[in-house]
Every structure is written in structure tokens, then in C-alpha cells.
């Protein structure tokens, strides 16, 4: 019998890539968030949560797990937890960056805590990216991932959140497997409970198709851009609830009470918080 894997032996690893941070990719990006900005070009800012669309991970068919995601236990710990879900994370935009430019991502993973929750176990994986340019760091994102055993039958979400505030700004999006597929495009996101419904529905347990946690934090995100009109410092943000191609839902934002930043969030059909988020301007 082999040893048992410490998922800790993996804190430290670290994968460096390179991109060109070229005009199609943010491109398709607008095209997905319905967005109705002008094509862009060199030396234009890319949009908040673009630098998703660069640096895609690679890996051969035969590499690639059941879900969709290349197979754990290179980079990412091999968890054998079968539902991987993104939490949330924390975003720190220092300088912009720019179509046209060469940048670098380094990934690496600070933390793998397993714990047990009241659905069995869950395995937290601390993963921090920072995007550079030749000039030095322009984002940083703080990304938490967690990995859990499917529902079992019978098994019930808890109740959402109620909204943090009256929302000053609100507007509604309908999500389609078209904005799906095209968010797992321009990501090169393999993961299939977003374009597989027979998948989504038969061997994960969900009523449909799942909108990425990243691609509702780019429409708060967006919110911020069509509402404030100011450049974004952070956003910090945790999925709460999922939401599903299934009806459409709200993004939101209002002030909160020090003044200085917004409380944004998505807001499920049935009125409940998805996902919380918090932003500062600037």
C-alpha cells in the first residue's frame, strides 16, 4: 500500500509562463459581457478580470481529467475530491496592463488546508498569481479554491444571504450556454459544468449549466466600469451561491457606509446572495 499524499508538500510549487497580451483575447472577452466598447489595440488597457484570458494552461488529451481540467498532481495537489469550485479571491490592480506588451504569470500555490465541513470533507487550495510586465507587477490575484464530494441525495444548499444594502446600481443578465461556452473559450477553460449539461446535470448533481465564478465576477466588475467611471484599485469577492443558465440574475452595488468603498454583488433568481463582493476606486 503507498503512502498517503500530504497535500502540504505542495505549498511553495511554483509555474512561471509568458504571453503576448495580444488584442483577441480581450476582444472576445467584450464580445462575451456584451459590451459596447471599441475593438481594442495596442497600448490599450485591458478590461478588469482580461488577464484571465492569457497565459492558458496546456495540456495534451490524454492529461485531462474526467471533469475537464488537466488532470491534479503536476502543479495543483492530486485531490481526489471530485467537485472543484471556485470561492473566491482578492484582486489588487497596481498598474494597467496593456494590449501589445510581453508579461509573465507566476503561480504559486501558499496554502493546502484540509478540513471537514458539514457536507464531509473539503480540501482549501491557496493559489497566488501575480501578472507582470517588463516594468514589474500590474495585478495580483489571491484565488481560493475548494474541492468537496458531490451531493448526495436529498443533500440541501444552505439558504443564501440576504443583500448586503438597497442596491443604487442594479442590472439584470440573462445568462446562455452561448455566454458560457464563449467565457470557456476566450479562458481556454476546459472544465465541463459550464458547456456539458449531461455532465453538469448527471454526474455533478446541478440543475444545469454552472456560470463561472470569474466570468460573474467580470459582469461586478463591469458593473463598477459602466456605473463608476473610475479606474478600479481592489476587488475582493466570495462566491456564496451558484448561479445557473437556468433564469436570469442581478448584478448590484451600493455605498458603504465609510465612504470609500462599494459593496457589489450578484444576486441570485430567488433574491439571495451569490456572490459578495467588495470594491475600492482609484
Same mark, same amino acid.
Given at each position: 500500500?503507498?503512502?498517503?499524499?500530504?497535500?502540504?508538500?505542495? /505549498?511553495?510549487?511554483? *509555474?512561471?509562463?509568458?504571453?503576448?497580451?495580444?488584442?483577441?483575447?480581450?476582444?472576445?472577452?467584450?464580445?462575451?459581457?456584451? !459590451?459596447?466598447?471599441?475593438?481594442?489595440?495596442?497600448?490599450?488597457?485591458?478590461?478588469? &478580470? $482580461?488577464?484571465?484570458?492569457?497565459?492558458?494552461?496546456?495540456?495534451?488529451?490524454?492529461? /485531462?481529467?474526467?471533469?475537464?481540467?488537466?488532470?491534479?498532481?503536476?502543479?495543483?495537489?492530486?485531490?481526489?475530491?471530485?467537485?472543484?469550485?471556485?470561492?473566491?479571491?482578492?484582486? %489588487?490592480?497596481?498598474?494597467?496592463?496593456?494590449?501589445?506588451?510581453?508579461?509573465?504569470?507566476?503561480?504559486?500555490?501558499?496554502?493546502?488546508?484540509?478540513?471537514?465541513?458539514? %457536507?464531509?470533507?473539503?480540501?482549501?487550495?491557496? !493559489?497566488? *498569481?501575480?501578472?507582470?510586465?517588463?516594468?514589474?507587477?500590474? /495585478?495580483?490575484?489571491?484565488?481560493?479554491?475548494?474541492?468537496?464530494? !458531490?451531493?448526495?441525495? &436529498?443533500?440541501?444548499?444552505?439558504?443564501?444571504?440576504?443583500?448586503?444594502?438597497?442596491?443604487?446600481?442594479?442590472?439584470?443578465?440573462?445568462?446562455?450556454?452561448?455566454?458560457?461556452?464563449?467565457?470557456?473559450?476566450?479562458?481556454?477553460?476546459?472544465?465541463?459544468?459550464?458547456?456539458?449539461?449531461?455532465?453538469?446535470?448527471?454526474?455533478?448533481?446541478?440543475? =444545469?449549466?454552472?456560470?463561472?465564478?470569474?466570468?460573474?465576477?467580470?459582469?461586478?466588475?463591469?458593473?463598477?466600469?459602466?456605473?463608476?467611471?473610475?479606474?478600479?484599485?481592489?476587488?475582493?469577492?466570495?462566491?456564496?451561491?451558484?448561479?445557473?443558465? %437556468?433564469?436570469?440574475? %442581478?448584478?448590484?452595488?451600493?455605498?458603504? *457606509?465609510?465612504?470609500?468603498?462599494?459593496? /457589489?454583488?450578484?444576486?441570485?433568481?430567488?433574491?439571495?446572495?451569490?456572490?459578495? $463582493?467588495?470594491?475600492?476606486? =482609484?
Amino acid at each position: 500500500m503507498s503512502d498517503p499524499v500530504n497535500y502540504r508538500d505542495w /505549498i511553495g510549487r511554483q *509555474e512561471v509562463a509568458e504571453d503576448t497580451i495580444s488584442a483577441g483575447p480581450v476582444w472576445g472577452l467584450q464580445d462575451a459581457l456584451d !459590451l459596447d466598447l471599441a475593438p481594442p489595440k495596442d497600448g490599450t488597457p485591458v478590461i478588469p &478580470g $482580461a488577464h484571465l484570458c492569457y497565459f492558458w494552461p496546456h495540456a495534451p488529451m490524454r492529461e /485531462i481529467g474526467a471533469d475537464g481540467h488537466p488532470e491534479r498532481g503536476s502543479f495543483m495537489p492530486p485531490i481526489t475530491l471530485p467537485r472543484r469550485m471556485y470561492a473566491g479571491a482578492r484582486i %489588487t490592480f497596481q498598474r494597467d496592463l496593456k494590449v501589445g506588451v510581453k508579461a509573465t504569470r507566476t503561480r504559486t500555490i501558499t496554502d493546502v488546508t484540509e478540513k471537514t465541513g458539514r %457536507t464531509g470533507t473539503l480540501v482549501f487550495v491557496s !493559489l497566488r *498569481e501575480d501578472f507582470a510586465d517588463k516594468d514589474g507587477l500590474c /495585478i495580483r490575484q489571491e484565488n481560493d479554491i475548494v474541492f468537496r464530494a !458531490l451531493a448526495q441525495p &436529498g443533500e440541501t444548499a444552505p439558504k443564501p444571504a440576504a443583500p448586503p444594502a438597497k442596491p443604487v446600481w442594479r442590472r439584470t443578465v440573462t445568462p446562455d450556454p452561448v455566454m458560457l461556452f464563449k467565457y470557456s473559450a476566450v479562458t481556454f477553460n476546459g472544465h465541463r459544468i459550464h458547456y456539458d449539461r449531461p455532465y453538469t446535470m448527471n454526474e455533478e448533481g446541478y440543475p =444545469g449549466l454552472v456560470v463561472h465564478g470569474p466570468l460573474t465576477a467580470a459582469l461586478l466588475m463591469d458593473l463598477c466600469r459602466r456605473e463608476k467611471k473610475e479606474r478600479l484599485a481592489t476587488f475582493n469577492f466570495r462566491a456564496q451561491a451558484p448561479l445557473f443558465d %437556468t433564469a436570469p440574475f %442581478t448584478v448590484n452595488g451600493a455605498p458603504k *457606509e465609510d465612504g470609500k468603498a462599494w459593496a /457589489i454583488w450578484a444576486e441570485t433568481p430567488e433574491g439571495g446572495v451569490a456572490m459578495l $463582493a467588495e470594491a475600492t476606486f =482609484g
